[in-house]
């Protein structure tokens, strides 16, 4: 169960740091409580899956998904570079984080 509210937190801090994007700075009321909620509510499932999961593993895990998940968003909805040099540091992040799941179940 502590994977699966990792997985939610994670798809949440891309939510959330989607809509700070389209807030503009703060300047647009509903984009703004979009990204205070999915903040929120993404952390309490955070703080869930600390509950099992290792901390250093959960953290990593966590700001893997929403790094290489922002990076995918502004991509793919905000028409950002899509460089092979970005590519490669997306893959390397989500190497990060499968080596930080190997070393996990291994321990």
Known sequence: MAWFFLLLAGALEIVWVYFMKRADGFTKLWPSVATFTA???????????????????AYAVWTGIGAV?????????LGESASPLRIVAAALIISGIVVMKLSETAA
């Open 69 to 77: 998940g922002a990076f995918l968003a502004g991509v793919l909805l």
């Open 39 to 57: 903040m929120t509510v993404g952390f309490g499932f955070l703080s869930l899956a600390v509950r099992t999961l290792p901390l250093s593993t």
